[in-house]
């Protein structure tokens, strides 16, 4: 059974850095698109960044550019979001979603076939 679970959510402050990790069971994230998406209480749930089995990388929410970075690491099939400078307006449960790769699918919530139960993340002081 393939499985996502995310970790690595909690309180921080305003500036500060966190780093999610999304490990994979019953399956090689490698073959995947993953995506880590977000949700604010009261919002929908938005596209953060995307990472394909080549690697290409797109970020989709324009707020964090230059802030969040995702990254693999095959040899723990983990895939990763580095969070710096983080504010208030990061707050959310953030998740990592995946699908097998076809034409046409990239980086939306309703392209993905499989997700995490989410983290919380808290920004404030």
């Known amino acids: 059974q393939f499985q996502l679970v995310e970790s690595g959510g909690g309180l921080v402050q305003p500036g500060g850095s966190l780093r999610l990790s999304c490990a994979a069971s019953g399956g090689t994230l490698e073959y995947y698109t993953i995506g880590w998406f977000r949700q604010a209480p009261g919002k929908e749930r938005e596209g953060v960044s995307c990472?394909?089995?080549?690697?290409?990388?797109?970020n989709i929410a324009d707020s964090v550019q230059g802030r969040f970075t995702i990254s693999r690491d095959s040899a723990k099939n983990t895939v990763y979001l580095q969070m710096n400078s983080l504010k208030p307006e990061d707050t959310a449960i953030y998740y990592c979603?995946?699908?097998?790769?076809?034409?046409?699918?990239?980086?939306?919530?309703?392209?993905?076939?499989?997700w995490g139960k989410g983290t919380l993340i808290t920004v404030s002081s």
């Open positions: 979603a995946a699908h097998t790769p076809t034409l046409g699918r990239w980086c939306t919530a309703g392209d993905m076939d499989y």
């Open positions: 990472i394909s089995p080549g690697g290409r990388v797109t």
